[in-house]
Structure formats: structure tokens, C-alpha cells
């Protein structure tokens, strides 16, 4: 069995209750959850009912989404946002950015980065073929210009593959900027036309699949990763409408099922439809 802390995704569970889905979580093994604030900010009552879950079951917080960096965003957000996941011990920030303006980005990175670390929590930029930081070279630019503490890039093999990204450049990277990475599959060709952003978006927020159903090459991403977390994102409209419990139980037994090596040769995958 794999050493590595694996996380599930808020995305994975979007539909259930954060205490439940932090109960499905810990029932099957996780060692950790993440949390998504800012489409539905928790009251100071949720903020303690997650508290106690959490300390009820021994899991941690080890990510926070979602900072989206637009032309004029509120800072004071993102600073509610923080205090909201230093409250529940959230170890890392996500970030994304969909503002063209790379200098503002790279500003707005920084700022966010540096709030993070006055409450203790690391940051991390996450890349998208359909944002505007659309790959891991793009990603390692801005936080390199940024130079902020604590502050790194998540890799997710869907956006990997899709922006043309390889395994080989994740083996590349400097570890230090590699705080943790998320896991999905997909089918080897993205949807339709592989230019249409839309598509991709589409894909990325309805169409995943458990680690080792689909084609991407998940083994070879986990051999290039430094040891770090893993937080499996799998949004898909099919496990919606599936009891929390189940999609957690599906989710640890397909990735513990990669990570020790028991994913057999297959045919091409099938489309599973998802969402975010």
C-alpha cells in the first residue's frame, strides 16, 4: 500500500453535505478532504460542525478553493476566504486565474500567496488549457515572478494531457514547487475538437474518470511526482447522483489500486460524464 496522503477532492463530493462528505471520506481510508468556500461560503455553525467532524475523524483540510483571479476581484474576499479555511487548519490555497492581464495576475498571485501565508497556509496555482494560465510552463512563470512564499503549482493529469503537457515535464519541474497534485483519468482524446475551450471546460467539469479507467498516463505522472499529497478530483455527473459513501468507496479503491501497480492493461476507456 501506498505512503502517500491522499485526499478527497470537494469537487468529487459536491453534492453531499461537507460533514458527510468528510464522514464517507474517513469511513474508507482517506487520510485527508478538501473544501470549496467561495461558490458557498459556510456560516460560523458550519465552520464548527466541520470542526468536529473533523476532529471526530482524524482528517485534515489539505486544500481550500477556490481563489479566481478576475479583472476586478475583491481582496477583501479572498481574505474572508483564508480566515474561513485557517478556522477548519486548510493547509493549502488553490488559485486560478481568468485574467488576461499576466502582469496583474502575476500581481494578484503574490498578494493572495502573501495573505496565505500570514494565516499559515501554502498556496498553490493550479493551470488549465481553458484559463489564462493554461500550462505547467505558464504556471511555473507566474509563481516564479510572483516569488511568494510558500507557493507552488498543482498538477492534474486532465489539464496536463489536454494542454499538451507530459509526464516528463512534471519530472522536470523543481520538486519544491510541487505541494501536492490531484488525480483523475480520461479517455487519450479530448472531446471534440481539442481547441475548443469550452469542450475542455466541459470535460474537466462533467467528464472524469476513476484513476486507472481511462488512458492518461497516471503511473508514469506518479513516478515524476515528488512524495507529496495526492487529492482525487474526479467531478462527474455519474457519481452526483451516487451516495457519498459509495463515491468514496470507489474513489480510494480505484487509486489504491494504481499506486500499487493493480491496474491491468485495458481497451479504450469509456465516457463517464461529470461535474463540477
Not at 114 to 134: D, I, K, Q, S, Y
Not at 218 to 244: K, Q, R
Request: negative net charge; hydrophobic residues 45%.
Amino acid at each position: 500500500m501506498t505512503a502517500r496522503r491522499l485526499s478527497l477532492a470537494a469537487g468529487t463530493l459536491r453534492r453531499s453535505r461537507r460533514p458527510d462528505g468528510v464522514r464517507a471520506a474517513a469511513a474508507v481510508g482517506f487520510d485527508a478532504v478538501g473544501v470549496r468556500f467561495d461558490v458557498d461560503p459556510p456560516s460560523p455553525a458550519d465552520l464548527d460542525d466541520l470542526r468536529r467532524v473533523l476532529a471526530d475523524t482524524g482528517l485534515s483540510v489539505l486544500d481550500l478553493e477556490v481563489v479566481r483571479i478576475v479583472p476586478g476581484d475583491d481582496a477583501d474576499a479572498t481574505r474572508r476566504l483564508v480566515d474561513q479555511g485557517a478556522e477548519v487548519g486548510a493547509e493549502f490555497l488553490l488559485v486560478v486565474s481568468d485574467d488576461p492581464d499576466r502582469a496583474r495576475t502575476i500581481d494578484r498571485f503574490a498578494e493572495t500567496a502573501a495573505v496565505a501565508a500570514e494565516a499559515g497556509m501554502g498556496t498553490a496555482l493550479e493551470f488549465m488549457r481553458f484559463t489564462a494560465v493554461p500550462t505547467l510552463a505558464d504556471a511555473l512563470e507566474v509563481v516564479a515572478a510572483a516569488g511568494a512564499p510558500a507557493s507552488g503549482v498543482v498538477v492534474d493529469p486532465l489539464h496536463l494531457a489536454r494542454s499538451g503537457g507530459s509526464p516528463g515535464d512534471v519530472a522536470s519541474t523543481d520538486p519544491r514547487l510541487l505541494p501536492y497534485a490531484q488525480l483523475c483519468d480520461a479517455p487519450g482524446d479530448a472531446p471534440g475538437d481539442p481547441t475548443d475551450a469550452s469542450l475542455l471546460a466541459d470535460e474537466a467539469r462533467h467528464g472524469r474518470l476513476l484513476p486507472g479507467s481511462g488512458d492518461l498516463p497516471l503511473g508514469e505522472l506518479v513516478a515524476a511526482l515528488p512524495p507529496v499529497p495526492l487529492s482525487v478530483e474526479i467531478l462527474s455527473d455519474v457519481f452526483d447522483a451516487l451516495p457519498a459513501a459509495d463515491v468514496a468507496r470507489r474513489a480510494i479503491g480505484a487509486t489504491r489500486r494504481l499506486l500499487d501497480g493493480e491496474v491491468a492493461a485495458r481497451g479504450p476507456a469509456s465516457t463517464v460524464r461529470a461535474t463540477r
